[in-house]
């Protein structure tokens, strides 16, 4: 796991959005996201993208943690609730896996642990090891 941790601190659109790796393991991630102003639209409410791109960076380790690498080819995202405050925690975890393909889930949480977002990811599975 040290080896996909250390791979994704150079994930710079994530570092840039303020997203920090809280945890992974096979087939699960947790990260969280403490929004910022520049995360809301201009309704004063989370940004579309923030969501995605929170819950795409939980995908992208949960997919990326049996150490192949692993690349998105479908991504949705069903918004639930409206926030702008606080910090947001998306937890991913893999409901199948085959040698070419893997199917996460992540659920994005606010502080009060209501959710917010319902993501569900289809991931490209290679065989080539991740790059470290």
């Known amino acids: 796991m040290d080896r996909i941790k250390a791979f ?3 994930d710079q659109f994530a570092a840039h959005n303020g997203i920090e ?15 910022r102003p520049t995360h809301c639209n201009g309704l004063n409410i989370a940004h579309g993208g923030a969501l995605f791109t929170l819950a795409d960076f939980a ?7 049996h150490g192949t690498v692993a690349v998105a080819i479908n991504a949705s995202i069903t918004i639930l609730k409206a926030t702008c405050a606080g910090t947001l925690v998306a937890e991913a975890r893999e409901v199948s896996k085959s040698n070419r393909l893997g199917t996460y889930t992540v659920e994005v949480h606010d502080d009060a642990g209501e959710l917010v977002a319902l993501f569900q990811g289809l991931a490209y599975r290679k065989s080539d090891p991740l790059p470290v």
């Not at 790796?21 to 929004?35: K, N, Q």
């Not at 995908?59 to 943690?65: R, V």
């Open 8 to 10: 994704f601190k150079g």
């Open 59 to 65: 995908f992208a380790l949960a997919s990326n943690s």
């Open 21 to 35: 790796l809280v945890e992974v393991s096979p087939g699960r991630a947790r990260a969280r996201m403490v929004l």
